[in-house]
């Protein structure tokens, strides 16, 4: 409570975001409303502006502030390798490694029969639609490794099957990793995956 | 990097948000994109409102959408009680206590003779000037248990000493603790066992 209902209606608002409760989202508007000119008035017109324009890419359901996304639309990016991702998020991080050129395909999601959720309220049709249309080399499974993510990975690997070459990201010890912290899975996945140096 | 200019600059502006770094900055964009309608609308709207109207009470210190703030305009809060703090976020922590019916004086820091803070750079002079022009029957200092903050409350102390009723708050603010982050219980009982300077 700040005796202002203005700035009330602000700090409820804000405590909605992930990561920000009532007690952080005061602290994060006062110190908004002290840097007033410089963040308070260019948050207020950046969050106008994408509310206004985002949207999902109608080709590959990544976020961006056009019908179809920059990704989709730069020539640069038609290798003719799609990669498949469960999330925006999974996306944001696979263009933050900044090592692959081509296209992405976002699934909104992951099959599971615990949810309800089937391939038809994913975006896998449209996936096999792609292949079909699209020139489309190689489809890069790039799916969590979770139950839920395996499964939909399957599930997409039969639908494909014998029409495009399909991949996967290599299981392993992750860069930086310490063999005493990682999972037995991991290591196993690693072991049988070992390659001659 | 979202491969979206317009989404990149929302999540640069959220990322220098205190609590947010980048990480949590790009999760809290995703959301609101994905809630654009009832989330990230109304956060604009709200934030450009902030920004247009926010400023700092002319009488007392506070953040409020007027020249004068709620609290000091209130014929209600004009008990000659008046409560000095550090800084708006203890005025609001002890609206939230709700024990307090007078009000405020908001110093905007402490004296401090490492960063070279003199009376002249608080409100210090504010309060001397209200109590001799306004109607204060009793200052009550209500500033953090720091180091700086028992100097300062003796600084004032030794000023005001013999024009008006000097309390502190007593019982229940723990030695290093700050007044934002304690809860309501332990802010009321300090408030009623406020004694004598």
Chains 1, 2 share one sequence.
Not at 32 to 42: A, D, E, F, S, Y
Request: proline residues 3%; hydrophobic residues 45%.
């Amino acid at each position: 409570m700040s005796s202002n209902s203005d700035i009330d209606a602000l700090i409820d608002l804000m405590a909605r975001l992930p990561g920000l409760g009532p007690r952080s989202a005061r602290r994060a508007v006062l110190h908004l409303i002290r840097k007033r000119t410089l963040l308070l008035g260019p948050l207020a017109d950046a969050m106008r502006l994408v509310a206004d324009t985002a949207r999902e890419c109608l080709n590959c359901g990544n976020v961006g502030t056009a019908d179809i996304c920059d990704i989709c639309a730069s020539h640069k990016r038609g290798t003719g390798e799609l990669c498949v991702v469960e999330d925006v998020a999974d996306l944001w991080a696979m263009e933050r490694a900044g090592v692959f050129k081509g296209r992405y395909h976002v699934l909104g999601g992951t099959l599971s029969a615990l949810d309800a959720v089937g391939p038809e309220d994913l975006r896998i049709p449209r996936l096999i639609d792609r292949v079909e249309t699209e020139a489309v080399s190689e489809v890069i499974l790039a799916l969590n490794a979770t139950v839920d993510g395996l499964t939909t990975a399957h599930y997409i690997a039969d639908r494909l099957q014998g029409r495009v070459r399909l991949t996967s990201l290599a299981q392993g010890v992750p860069i930086g990793g310490e063999l005493d912290y990682l999972d037995d899975g991991t290591i196993s996945a690693a072991l049988r995956a070992r390659k001659e140096i």
